[in-house]
């Protein structure tokens, strides 16, 4: 891809989105400009969406959490008069290579997530003020926020018209919170997805697809009466001023990406990019009021927005680079001075901030269709939040004893109580947790090891790396293991790792990126949807798609 | 005794892999060492090691260096780590990377390929050794003990050079694997050798010889495969183990050769004319043509199924790789990849043998084996020399290779040593004459009583024309230790 998709934006860069600040009531108002598109070759009509869209939207919820703590209510609804949103862009996903559709969803997927989880994590509860049209994509935003509030006006419908229209499936969550966070009944939610007109007024509340059904008449004067009432009941606590986003000191060129604190190195011919996260360059601050005061500049948080870009840029800009490799350096003790400062203080918004968003991005590491290694080397700074990446990735490697000519400290992991559950996966157990799913007793032994820095035996004899090397093997080891990982298949690649990684229970998270993406993506591969004559390229002929009607 | 705390690896171990500098390498051997030394102790008969023996050790890898004779205890032996001189510029010779650089290091994507084939080609080298452990009890003469133990400490030298490799360029995984290689071992239960043709003991220097001539010769053929490695390394080893392999054929071939020599000559000075005489013919103490034709058979056949099935997509998958050549990779003139070429195989169908057209690449073994096949008959003519310069009317024969095999499309049917189809009745009728039977190993068993004086040699075998290092016949290849 010639383009570098760029996920840092600011509002003054918006195009499709507007947000209104009342007190404790912010308003989301989604006004896709429709040329605007992020590619060319199809127009973003009635409020449809593509990754652009996606972007902004997602810069606006990150936004809300750190820049506006004070908002408690978030209002989204549409720009536009006749349609609250059609969803994703159909000419954009036919146009689309798969690997770009696959991106696409994820991350709007994770988008989702994020703004859903906002009133658990943040005191931040959303509503989606539902006028107009409200159809797959559309209906999959609105069912991701807290609320769902639909005009009854006799037209405005919520629909997930994708399977009868497109041949498709609402696959950013759609049919799982249908049934998983909507509990609407099987056969209705049948029903429901295999219409593409959708459902209105009061039998949309009776089937649980929307929370209220409002006259029109009243519509706008209710959704604020709701915002303000949910305000008042909130619990989070009143936060004068947020800190504001910065923007990242990035760099792109041939060899990387580089930031402040994250080194992305490329090695094209070995597929390969080299993640290293620096430690804090200073001792922890004093005190929490000296952390809101260092604001996007503090340690953790820089370091969480730096990673969090970088993984974005590569996995939308460089997919040929099927490995990952992460490195840390620096000082331990400092970074787990860093996050324990925080985690003392997690009543206060900005710590509790840093810490949630830590959450999401390790989520999004997890969720990462790459082979993910880390390595511990001398020097490195791998203590709690930090450490939480060696379970995160696929395969560990540690180095052992002292290594000839090399006189960085001896590689040490350190655990801190934040290993154990501040920081859950999808399936909402530890990382730990996952990993030690067969031995609960060695994740007690685990915890029986906070705050030790743990060199490489004890490492090992925890389990905690996959493997430990010394002088003599090191080298040798991790570049055969780097060559062999970059010859196999990129798609059992993916499909193994995705399986291997979440252990354990299933949970609405889960379920979306792991049974309902994985159908999507097999769908996306279909003819029946993507061929010549599938139901996606045919959108908009007026020609039905035409299908192979074997069942597969 | 060897002192293991001061082994001086670069000085006591002949390499010319700059092993006093290789730190890594040099603290595996370190630990691997004492292992072998063990293994070594406890399997040859302690009166053997402690005796002198006059063995060629291999000191460097220029003509002059290699044939260095002397006496010297076996277990301290100069176990030398040698590869051929790396050739400037060599390129990978076959499969998809074909004509690319050859490898210096392992390519990780074909690490486990690559390991899997140096552990099966290192686990048959000691494997042999152990087959062969009593053999010196019963040597006929000094000079064939000589031989012997020229061939076990050769087989020693060469599971070195494997677990050099092993533990120079596999990590941890190929440090296991070379300590594995001294947990098995030929015949045990527990953990037996990895190949069945080197799980079954050598019972008498007939089968030595046999076994030296045919089962070493497929352990030529894997090396001369194993030579053409994109692998450069493995590819060098390789080249120089086919230094010593060869000697390992000559004690094959001319330990048949004056069995049959001296067979002859007692039936001419007898004057016995039909081979088939076998009880007045082994009466004379020397061993009948047509046993030592049911010994080829035998020998021949179990070395047949060491190639492996016909039809192999692990040949195949190696030779793409670029990991196993053909025989002489270099002299063949077509795209060295097998694109679109096929090669015709046996195969079984509607109760008989046919021969078909296969994709070349999956053919891999057979081609090997068919290479194998020719290179073998070569000895069998010069012995069937020997018993026409005798006048005695006999012919020794390779059976087809249809008959007695336990791997491959031939398995599990019987088959004559002409290859035809026969009934079951037949088959159990005709086995005695076609296979050793356990009286014949009887007798051959008679015949092994120990020679120890020199220049003397049992009574079923005549003594060779040239002695070793042009030694004069009544030299003392091997000074016995007298406890």
Redesign the interface.
């Known amino acids: 891809m010639s383009k570098v998709i760029d996920f840092q934006t600011d509002p003054s860069k918006y195009r499709h989105w507007k947000v209104e600040y009342d007190g404790p009531v912010a308003t989301v108002i989604m006004d896709v400009d429709e040329d605007a598109g992020l590619f060319d070759g199809y127009k973003l009509k009635l409020n449809s969406y593509d990754l652009g869209v996606d972007i902004e939207l997602s810069d606006v919820v990150q936004r809300m959490r750190f820049e506006h703590p004070e908002v408690k209510t978030v209002v989204m609804k549409s720009g536009k008069d006749l349609v609250f949103c059609a969803g994703a862009n159909i000419r954009m996903l036919g146009g689309a290579a798969h690997s770009h559709k696959v991106n696409f969803c994820k991350f709007t997927n994770e988008t989702r997530n994020t703004f859903e989880a906002a009133e658990q994590d943040s005191g931040q509860k959303w509503i989606a003020a539902v006028k107009g049209a409200c159809a797959g994509g559309g209906y999959e935003l609105a069912l991701a926020c807290n609320h769902i509030m639909l005009t009854d006006d006799s037209t405005s419908s919520v629909a997930l018209p994708e399977v009868p229209l497109l041949a498709v499936l609402p696959g950013t969550g759609g049919l799982t919170r249908v049934t998983d966070k909507r509990k609407v009944r099987r056969d209705r939610a049948d029903i429901f997805c295999s219409i593409e007109e959708g459902i209105k007024g009061k039998r949309a509340k009776d089937w649980r697809l929307v929370d209220e059904v409002i006259p029109n008449s009243k519509f706008e004067e209710t959704v604020a009466e709701r915002a303000r009432e949910f305000a008042a009941n909130s619990t989070k606590p009143d936060v004068e001023k947020g800190i504001e986003l910065t923007p990242l000191n990035r760099t792109i060129d041939d060899k990387g990406v580089h930031y402040d604190l994250v080194e992305v190195e490329i090695d094209r011919d070995g597929r390969k990019a080299t993640i290293t996260l620096s430690g804090p360059d200073a001792d922890a601050p004093g005190s929490i009021d000296e952390v809101v005061a260092q604001g996007a500049e503090g340690y953790l948080l820089k370091l969480a927005r730096e990673l969090d870009d970088a993984i974005m840029h590569l996995r939308l800009n460089e997919m040929e680079l099927g490995l990952w490799v992460f490195r840390t350096q620096g000082d331990p003790e400092q970074v787990k001075a860093h996050e324990d400062l925080l985690l003392a203080n997690e009543d206060n918004w900005l710590a509790n901030e840093i810490l949630q968003f830590w959450k999401r991005v390790l989520k999004r590491v997890d969720v990462t269709s790459r082979s993910l290694t880390a390595l511990v080397e001398h020097g490195s700074c791998y203590a709690g939040v930090l450490a939480e990446l060696l379970f995160a990735v696929d395969r560990s490697y540690m180095m052992e004893d002292e290594f000839e000519g090399d006189n960085r400290p001896i590689a040490t992991i350190t655990l801190s109580e934040s290993n154990f559950g501040r920081y859950p996966m999808g399936n909402d157990l530890s990382r730990l947790e996952t990993r030690f799913l067969g031995e609960p007793e060695s994740l007690e032994k685990a915890k029986g090891a906070i705050g030790e820095a743990l060199e490489a035996e004890e490492a090992d004899e925890l389990g905690l790396v996959t493997m430990i090397l010394d002088d003599i093997d090191w080298d040798d080891e991790i570049r055969i293991f780097m060559e062999e990982r970059a010859s196999f298949s990129p798609d059992a690649m993916t499909g193994m790792e995705a399986n291997l990684r979440f252990a354990g229970p299933e949970t609405m998270e889960t379920r979306i990126f792991g049974r309902l993406t994985a159908w999507q993506n097999w769908i996306f591969n279909r003819p029946n949807a993507v061929g010549e004559n599938g139901a996606l390229q045919r959108y908009g002929t007026g020609v039905r798609g035409e299908y192979n009607m074997e069942r597969v | 005794m060897v002192d293991l705390i001061n082994v001086s690896y670069d000085t006591q171990i002949p390499n010319n892999v700059g092993l006093s500098s290789d ?2 390498v040099l ?2 051997l370190e630990k691997w060492h004492p292992g072998y030394i063990n293994w070594w102790n406890d399997l040859i008969p302690e009166k053997f090691q402690k005796s002198m023996v006059y063995l060629r050790t291999a000191v460097s890898v220029d003509p002059k260096g290699w044939a260095k004779f002397d006496y010297v205890k076996m277990p301290e032996y100069r176990w030398g780590v040698l590869l051929a001189p790396q050739v400037e510029g060599r390129t990978i010779p076959c499969g998809e990377h074909y004509g690319q650089a050859a490898w210096q ?5 074909y ?2 390929m690559l390991k899997r084939l140096i552990v099966i080609q290192g686990d048959t080298e000691p494997g042999s050794v152990e087959q062969q452990r009593f053999l010196g009890l019963t040597a006929p003469s000094l000079y064939d003990m000589r031989n012997l133990f020229q061939v076990n400490v050769e087989e020693g030298r060469h599971l070195w050079a494997m677990v050099y490799l092993l533990q120079k ?1 596999f ?2 995984d190929g440090r296991e694997e070379a300590n594995d290689l001294l947990v098995r071992s030929s015949g045990s239960e527990e953990a037996p050798r990895m190949l069945g043709a080197f799980n079954e003991e050598t019972p008498d220097w007939l089968s030595f010889f046999m076994f030296t001539y045919f089962t070493d010769r497929d352990g030529k053929m894997q090396l001369e495969s194993l030579a053409q490695s994109g692998f450069d390394p493995l590819s060098r080893t390789c080249r120089f183990m086919l230094t010593e392999e060869a000697h390992h054929m000559f004690v094959g071939e001319t330990g048949v050769g004056r069995t049959i020599e001296k067979t002859c000559q007692v039936m001419r000075e007898n004057g016995i004319e039909d081979p088939y005489d076998i009880d007045k013919i082994r009466s004379l103490g020397v061993i009948d043509l047509p046993t030592i034709q049911k010994k080829l058979n035998l020998h021949y056949t179990l070395s047949l199924d060491l190639f492996g099935q016909e039809v192999s997509t692990n040949a195949a998958n190696a030779f793409n790789a670029g990991i196993k050549g053909r025989f002489q990779e270099h002299r063949i003139d077509d795209d060295h990849m097998l694109k679109d070429a096929t090669y015709t195989v046996w195969d079984f169908e509607d109760g008989k043998a046919v021969q078909k057209e296969v994709p070349a690449l999956t053919a891999i073994n057979m081609r090997l084996r068919d290479d194998y096949i020719k290179d073998a008959a070569g000895g069998v003519g010069r012995w069937n020399k020997i018993i026409e310069k005798a006048g005695v009317q006999f012919e020794l024969k390779l059976p087809h290779e249809s008959f007695n095999r336990k791997i491959g499309v031939f398995a599990g049917h019987n088959f004559d040593p002409d290859g035809k189809i026969v009934s079951g009745a037949e088959y159990d009728a005709g086995i005695p004459n076609w296979l050793p039977t356990h009286a014949d190993g009887d007798f051959i068993q008679s015949l092994m009583v120990p020679v120890t004086e020199p220049g003397k040699f049992a009574s079923w075998i005549a003594p060779p024309k040239v002695g070793i290092d042009n030694k004069p016949g009544d030299f003392e290849y091997v000074k016995l230790h007298m406890a």
């Open positions: 730190r890594k603290k595996a290091e392992v390519p990780g994507e690490r486990n360029y990590g941890r």
